[in-house]
C-alpha cells in the first residue's frame, strides 16, 4: 500500500509539470501586452517609455523558459508572483477568496449528500411504483437546466417575489442558500441517479438472498446493500469535489460570491495572469490530489483492489 502511494505521487509530478506548462504557453499566446493593460488599469498613459518600464518590472522582458521556470521554482515555494493590476501578491489575493469558495462548496456538498441519499433510498425501496418515477422524472429535469438558469429562477422566486433569501454577497448566513441550491442541481442528479441503480442491482446479488435465509432483518440487509452500494458513488463523489470547487465560477458570478470563482473571472478581463495561473495550478493540484484519495479510499473499503496493487 505505502509503495502504491509513493509510486502515485511521483506520478503526480509530470502531470503538474505539463498541466502548468500548457497553462503557461495558452496564457501567454493572448495578443494584449499585460504591461499596457497594467498601466490603463493604474490610468497611466501607456507610452513606449512607460510600457517597456511596465514590462521590465513585471519580468515580461525575460525570454518564455526563463519565466516559466522562474514562476515554478517560485510556486513551489508558495510565491506566485505579484497582480499585474493590484500589485499585491497573488498569495494573498487567493487565500482571501478561497473561504468564501469552500464555504460555498462544503454547504453544497451537503446538500448534495443529503437530497442523493434520502432521494436514492426511497427510490430503492419503492422500486418500480409512482414515487420512483416521479423522482427519477423530476432528476432528469433538474440535470437538463443550465446551473445559471436554475439560478437566476431562485433568485426571482426567494429574492424579488418572497423577499426571503439576499440575492448577492456574504451579507448573513443566509445568503450561502441559493448559490449553494444552485450549484447542487447538477450533482444531485448524478448521484441520485448512480446510487440508487447500484442499490436496485445490489439487491439481486446472492449475498442478499443468503442474508435473508439466514433471517436477517430487513433494516440490517438493507444496510449491506447500501454499504456495497458505495464504491463507485465515492469515486465519482472524490471527482465532483474539485469539480464543484472549479464549478463555483458562473455561480459566484451570478449571486456576486466573493470567492476564487469570481478572482479568475475578474483577473481574465484584466489579463492579470498571474492570478489566472495560480488558479489553474490550484485546481490541477485539487484534481490529481482528490483522484489520489479517492484512489487510496477505494483500495481501503475493497480488499481485491489492494491485492491488485
Known sequence: MGNYIIKRLLSMIPILLGISFLSFILINLSPSDPAEVALRVNEITPTE???????????????????YIAWVVDSLQ??????????????????????ATLHLALVSLAII???SIVAAVIC?????????????GMVFVSEAIPSFWIGLLLMWLFAVKLNLLPTSGMESPSSVILPAVTLSFAYISTYVRLLRNNMVKNK?????LYAKARGLKERKIFEHIFKN?????????????????????IVENIFAWPGVGRLCI???????YPIIQAYVLLMAVLFVGCNLLVDIITMLL????????
Open 49 to 67: 517609455a512607460a510600457v517597456a518600464e511596465m514590462r521590465t518590472e513585471l519580468g515580461l522582458d525575460k525570454s518564455f523558459i526563463e519565466r
Open 302 to 309: 475493497d480488499p481485491r483492489l489492494r491485492k491488485e496493487a
Open 124 to 136: 430503492t425501496v419503492y422500486e418500480g411504483t409512482i414515487i420512483d418515477r416521479f423522482i427519477r
Open 78 to 99: 508558495g510565491d506566485f508572483g505579484n497582480s499585474y493590476i493590484t500589485n499585491k501578491p497573488v498569495i494573498s489575493e487567493m487565500s482571501r477568496a478561497i473561504p
Open 229 to 249: 452500494s458505495l464504491q463507485s458513488s465515492i469515486a465519482a463523489l472524490g471527482m465532483s469535489i474539485p469539480k464543484l470547487i472549479a464549478g463555483t465560477v
Open 266 to 272: 475578474t483577473a481574465i478581463f484584466n489579463h492579470d
Open 204 to 208: 439481486l446479488e446472492n449475498y442478499v
Open 113 to 115: 449528500l443529503t437530497v
